[in-house]
């Protein structure tokens, strides 16, 4: 690494395991841009330790516990330097010369916050998935900070979170990606929550987990025992939480999927209010309506029809309202671009050739 002039210089931290298939594609988008390179392995049997050293990594290792906070604060302690941005391996810098005047005017700032990067998410046939919003990731931290959590781990303290405007891509989801990891974050998920009971938190992590790898139905209940906690009988809900718009779309997609129309519904009703400036909650909650009144057209057609036009004005709310990184992770594609094919079509449907067509184009 080159001798920094920044007045606050910036370490990547990163923990590492058998990552030589995307371990240069990280650093080769990265090295340079940053004045310390950090890798802790936690047991490798692959070329990941010489990659990294390839690009003047510091190595370190760590004998693996089965905790993610454990291994990512140890890394954070082997760093010299007041920023830490944190990267996987199957992270990679999109734009270089973006990402160098990013990083320039975070080493002109004092580490006093969380910094946010947009994660853009790696399609089957190996393209971007730049059809969805960018999800915010916590990446950025000052050398306060440190993790908590055995999986799915957050930063701590609870400092202001800026979105940095840096976008990285992410290969962690894929259909092959998933199958290297087999059944371990659930497996840690549901030893977390066995210690831990009423965290909320890891009852949406692998309500989360089971959406992506098993599907809704298997998901549903630990969905619904999230929201449950967060919201108990008699009392206070508790306070919102960077994560709760995504539980909320989960649970509506999950139980609009499974067949309980009634309570997706009842449930996007209750959260109206909250979300209201939300196009993805708005598109969501529009889908569980119009499968509502899928359902009754044979024993309810009134309120079938009633509900079929209230799914037409959360749609166009939706597209109104436009996509907001903080409310996105769920969706795979826009909240605004499906919303507005769904009113073409409901346009065409009823006739109105000219409406339908500018819905289209905005789709």
Known sequence: MPVTTRRFPISLVMIVRDEEATLGRCL???????DEIVVVDTGSTDRTVEIAESYGAVVSHFTWVDDFAAARNFSLAQATHPWRIILDADDWVLDREQASTILAEIGSRAPTFIGAIGSV????????????????????????????GRIHEQPVPDLPVVRLGLLVGHSGYTGAALARKGDRNAALLTAAIEAEPDNAYLWYQLGSEYVVRRGHEEALPYLVACYNLLHPE???????????????????????ATGHHEDAVALGAAEAGTWSDSSDFHYVYGQAQRALALSLLDRDEARAAQLVASSLQLWLQAVELGDRPEYSGVLAQRATVMAARLV???YETMGRAEEAARYRAIA
């Open 234 to 256: 008699n009392a206070e809900p508790e306070p919102l939480r960077t994560w709760s718009p995504r539980l909320v779309q989960r649970l509506i997609l999950a139980l609009t």
């Open 121 to 148: 998410q790696v399609r089957e046939d190996g393209s971007l998935n730049t059809d969805a919003e960018p999800f915010d990731v916590p990446r950025l931290l000052p050398r306060e900070a440190t993790y908590t």
């Open 344 to 346: 073409a079509d409901d």
């Open 28 to 34: 080769g988008s990265i090295h340079g841009l940053v």
